[in-house]
């Protein structure tokens, strides 16, 4: 599998420039080679497998080979399962045939998934997941760096799901939910302005108390007292990022 550079392979007496991010499924009868560039340089991970149990989904026979192209998302589990491999290399207990047997089967998983064309998580479960996570981490000072990481997607991907399925970014969405957490905070008395900000991750209460205003049209004290805030579905989030502290 790619991962920097264009190499160009020889398979069969055919050459193929290898893009990043470029997986190659090559049969055991299957003649190749690597041409030479002067200059060029790549990075590519390698796994040499005495069998694979795919099925004739993988349309690769003894003597033939298959290309398939992913995305980042779908890189990082090989990525992941070919580090577990290397570094059983070095191991001197004598169990690494069970492991290596165990690393191949889930590298057969990973190349099922991939032949059957196996979507990631629905979108609308991903938002959830995004959700559940943001209101558990109200104080992240890099939520939407975190909350990729969390979903295991790019900020690419990230921002394109909260495009389709909310219209709007992952950062503005975030902000709503914050806001919307505090303005349920206020309201219930559950706890002071200062300590709300707090737990959101402000370090300067009048950041808070500036997005908070712009979000609701009411300051945090104002709606601590019982005051009403406009329709929180007429107001557009966007509007209210923070100003520190909260990218």
Same mark, same amino acid.
Request: charged content about 30%; glycine content about 8%; proline content about 5%.
């Given at each position: ?105 889930? #590298?057969?998983? !990973? ?8 979507? =990631?998580?629905? %979108?609308? +479960?991903?938002?959830?997941? &995004? ?83 712009? #979000?609701?049209? !009411? ?8 005051? =009403?805030?406009? %329709?929180? +579905?007429?107001?557009?989030? &966007? ?9």
């Amino acid at each position: 599998m790619i991962q920097e550079g264009h190499p160009e392979i020889i398979v069969r007496g055919e050459k193929i420039e290898l893009p990043r991010g470029v997986l190659m499924l090559i049969g055991p009868e299957c003649p190749f080679g690597w041409t030479r560039r002067q200059g060029s340089q790549c990075k590519f991970v390698l796994w040499m497998w005495d069998e694979l149990r795919l099925g004739e989904q993988a349309g690769c026979e003894e003597n033939g080979f298959q290309k398939f192209n992913l995305t980042k998302t779908r890189q990082e589990p090989f990525v992941r399962n070919h580090e577990l491999c290397r570094r059983e290399a070095v191991a001197t207990d004598g169990l690494s045939e069970k492991y290596f047997e165990s690393c191949r089967m889930g #590298f057969e998983v !990973l190349m099922q998934r991939l032949l059957e064309g196996d979507p =990631e998580a629905p %979108s609308q +479960d991903r938002l959830e997941q &995004a959700q559940d996570w943001i209101l558990a981490h109200l104080d992240s000072k890099k939520p939407v760096a975190r909350l990729c990481d969390y979903l295991n997607v790019s900020q690419s991907s990230l921002h394109r799901l909260f495009k389709e399925r909310v219209g709007m970014s992952p950062a503005a969405f975030i902000q709503k939910l914050k806001l919307q957490w505090a303005h349920d905070r206020l309201v219930e008395g559950d706890l002071l302005v200062k300590e709300v900000a707090l737990q959101l991750g402000y370090s300067q209460f009048n950041d808070f108390s500036r997005a908070f205003k712009s #979000f609701f049209g !009411l300051s945090p004290s104002e709606v601590s007292r019982g005051e =009403e805030p406009v %329709s929180l +579905d007429t107001r557009n989030p &966007a509007e209210a990022r923070p100003r520190a502290g909260n990218s």
